[in-house]
């Protein structure tokens, strides 16, 4: 059985050891003959890798293991690249938030100007790793997770249109399993879904057992009450006080189409005054993650490294990244996997943009992903959709063209920010916060 090997681009990522333990877990399901770890930063990814060095030791010693910041040695002779690269890393999240609610708006990781500021970064930096992949291994797959993916897919869509690359998000996979506690099922493979939107704006349309049966009226009767809230937590990354307050909400937001079942995301274009009043300007989410997950997870590979252990370790395997597995077995074995995926519309909803990034069920084998037709969506949706999708195109245009004319028509067409003069403001501090980052806008 053909071993594979794969480069983890943003080695240093919170979520690295979490995903290699998960890829050690399913070793059986995807045979591996190396990992390599890639980062612009050398000290950050120094101490996972160090510790994910002990981890593969204890686990599975055959695997050849290395981290580098070279490009040539990290892409050479792959066949997969898991992406999750956070271009401006937490301190540029915490502007990207920050900012924003400086003026009364939403100050968020991938919606509103946080989302669009983190975009114009995003862009040229997984952009660089698709260049790097086709020159040193033309053949490999490019499996991306990178934020923010709405804004990033459209650019390699437009961009670099041949590249193999794989636009995925874990929200509605995380959503799936509290529906999964919600109906009393054993896994999230058991239910069949149909969804349409674009990535972090969408709504499920049927969800059913392998048998046909319609399991939306139980799922629908606790929404209505309870959004997906469930007395279980679901391990690993959703589990913080924010999360939980997110899945409650869900409840106001389901309320504006019943017919449906919305990706959480969507509170904060419902309800853009509400979560920015919410909030604290002062400590946000990515104080929440740096002083949580980030101070965990580098203290506990730091420590694994200093004692050539795992024994007593708290790294969790992310249970729920084995849709990274599904992924890349779907590619590599053409399993005709149904997988949720972030894909160039070409008619799969029938009334909207035939070139936007959707994301829709796919049918995934070794030639990629061929999108499931959703059919025609309601107004309400349409409307919504074609104002959000004109956002992302229009980052991408004002990357391309260096266009402060088309970032700021970006802004102001996000259902996030309430008028021109707003939107302005807020252009010219994050201009001036991201010089390192942006290409120079006129
Ligand atoms: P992190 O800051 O801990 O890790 C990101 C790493 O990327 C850092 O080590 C950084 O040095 C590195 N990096 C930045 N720019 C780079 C470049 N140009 N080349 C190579 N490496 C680079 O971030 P995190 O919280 O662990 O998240 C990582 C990414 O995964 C983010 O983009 C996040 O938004 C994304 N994410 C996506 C999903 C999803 O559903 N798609 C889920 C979770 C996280
Ligand atoms: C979900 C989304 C990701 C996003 C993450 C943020 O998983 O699908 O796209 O990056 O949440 O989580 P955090 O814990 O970093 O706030
Ligand atoms: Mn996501």
Same mark, same amino acid.
């Not at 981890?55 to 999750?84: G, R």
């Not at 779907?330 to 936007?356: C, P, W």
């Given at each position: 059985?053909?071993?594979?090997?794969? %480069?983890?681009?943003? !080695? $240093?990522?919170?979520?690295?050891?979490?995903? &290699?333990?998960?890829? @050690? #877990?399913?070793? =059986?399901?995807?045979?591996?003959?190396?990992?390599?770890?890639?980062?612009?930063?050398?000290?950050?990814?120094?101490?996972?890798?160090?510790?994910?060095?002990?981890?593969?030791?204890?686990?599975?010693?055959?695997?050849?293991?290395?981290?580098?910041?070279?490009?040539?040695?990290?892409?050479?002779?792959?066949?997969?690249?898991?992406?999750?690269?956070?271009?401006?890393?937490?301190?540029?999240?915490?502007?990207?938030?920050?900012?924003?609610?400086?003026?009364?708006?939403?100050?968020?990781? %991938?919606?509103?100007? !946080? $989302?669009?500021?983190?975009?114009?970064?995003? &862009?040229?930096?997984? @952009? #660089?790793?698709? =260049?790097?992949?086709?020159?040193?291994?033309?053949?490999?797959?490019?499996?991306?997770?990178?934020?923010?993916?709405?804004?990033?897919?459209?650019?390699?869509?437009?961009?670099?249109?041949?590249?193999?690359?794989?636009?995925?998000?874990?929200?509605?996979?995380?959503?799936?399993?509290?529906?999964?506690?919600?109906?009393?099922?054993?896994?999230?493979?058991?239910?069949?879904?149909?969804?349409?939107?674009?990535?972090?704006?969408?709504?499920?349309?049927?969800?059913?057992?392998?048998?046909?049966?319609?399991?939306?009226?139980?799922?629908?009767?606790?929404?209505?009450?309870?959004?997906?809230?469930?007395?279980?937590?679901?391990?690993?990354?959703?589990?913080?006080?924010?999360?939980?307050?997110?899945?409650?909400?869900?409840?106001?937001?389901?309320?504006?189409?019943?017919?449906?079942?919305?990706?959480?995301?969507?509170?904060?274009?419902?309800?853009?005054?509400?979560?920015?009043?919410?909030?604290?300007?002062?400590?946000?989410?990515?104080?929440?993650?740096?002083?949580?997950?980030?101070?965990?997870?580098?203290?506990?590979?730091?420590?694994?490294?200093?004692?050539?252990?795992?024994?007593?370790?708290?790294?969790?395997?992310?249970?729920?990244?084995?849709?990274?597995?599904?992924?890349?077995?779907?590619?590599?074995?053409?399993?005709?996997?149904?997988?949720?995926?972030?894909?160039?519309?070409?008619?799969?909803?029938?009334?909207?943009?035939?070139?936007?990034?959707?994301?829709?069920?796919?049918?995934?084998?070794?030639?990629?992903?061929?999108?499931?037709?959703?059919?025609?969506?309601?107004?309400?949706?349409?409307?919504?959709?074609?104002?959000?999708?004109?956002?992302?195109?229009?980052?991408?245009?004002?990357?391309?063209?260096?266009?402060?004319?088309?970032?700021?028509?970006?802004?102001?067409?996000?259902?996030?920010?309430?008028?021109?003069?707003?939107?302005?403001?807020?252009?010219?501090?994050?201009?001036?916060?991201?010089?390192?980052?942006?290409?120079?806008?006129?």
């Amino acid at each position: 059985m053909k071993k594979f090997s794969i %480069t983890i681009a943003g !080695g $240093g990522s919170t979520f690295t050891p979490g995903i &290699i333990l998960m890829l @050690l #877990e399913n070793i =059986d399901k995807f045979p591996i003959k190396q990992i390599k770890l890639y980062d612009n930063d050398k000290a950050r990814q120094q101490q996972i890798a160090d510790a994910c060095q002990v981890i593969i030791k204890e686990k599975a010693p055959e695997i050849d293991f290395l981290a580098t910041v070279t490009p040539d040695i990290a892409f050479s002779d792959i066949d997969f690249v898991m992406a999750h690269i956070r271009v401006g890393k937490y301190a540029m999240r915490e502007k990207d938030e920050k900012i924003p609610l400086k003026y009364g708006v939403v100050g968020q990781e %991938t919606c509103g100007p !946080g $989302g669009i500021a983190y975009g114009m970064r995003s &862009i040229g930096g997984v @952009l #660089e790793l698709v =260049d790097y992949m086709e020159k040193y291994s033309p053949d490999a797959w490019m499996l991306n997770y990178s934020n923010p993916a709405a804004i990033v897919a459209e650019a390699t869509r437009k961009l670099r249109p041949d590249a193999k690359i794989l636009n995925i998000c874990d929200m509605p996979i995380a959503i799936e399993n509290l529906m999964t506690q919600i109906l009393g099922l054993q896994s999230r493979k058991e239910m069949v879904i149909s969804y349409y939107g674009l990535n972090h704006f969408g709504w499920w349309t049927a969800v059913r057992d392998r048998q046909g049966h319609d399991l939306l009226p139980k799922l629908k009767a606790h929404v209505k009450d309870h959004g997906y809230a469930v007395n279980f937590s679901e391990a690993g990354q959703h589990i913080d006080e924010s999360w939980q307050a997110t899945f409650k909400k869900v409840k106001d937001v389901y309320a504006l189409d019943p017919d449906t079942l919305p990706n959480t995301y969507l509170k904060y274009y419902f309800y853009p005054q509400d979560e920015a009043q919410k909030a604290d300007p002062n400590y946000t989410r990515a104080n929440e993650v740096m002083d949580g997950r980030e101070k965990h997870v580098f203290t506990e590979c730091n420590r694994i490294a200093q004692c050539d252990s795992t024994q007593n370790s708290t790294l969790e395997i992310d249970e729920h990244a084995s849709y990274i597995v599904d992924l890349a077995r779907a590619i590599a074995y053409n399993t005709q996997e149904r997988m949720l995926l972030i894909v160039e519309n070409k008619g799969a909803i029938h009334n909207f943009d035939s070139s936007a990034m959707v994301e829709v069920p796919c049918i995934v084998g070794s030639e990629g992903p061929e999108p499931i037709t959703q059919g025609a969506i309601p107004q309400f949706q349409k409307g919504l959709m074609e104002q959000q999708v004109s956002v992302e195109k229009l980052v991408v245009e004002a990357w391309e063209e260096g266009s402060y004319q088309k970032l700021w028509q970006a802004l102001i067409l996000s259902r996030t920010v309430p008028n021109a003069r707003i939107a302005k403001q807020i252009l010219d501090d994050l201009i001036e916060a991201n010089q390192a980052y942006w290409p120079a806008l006129s």
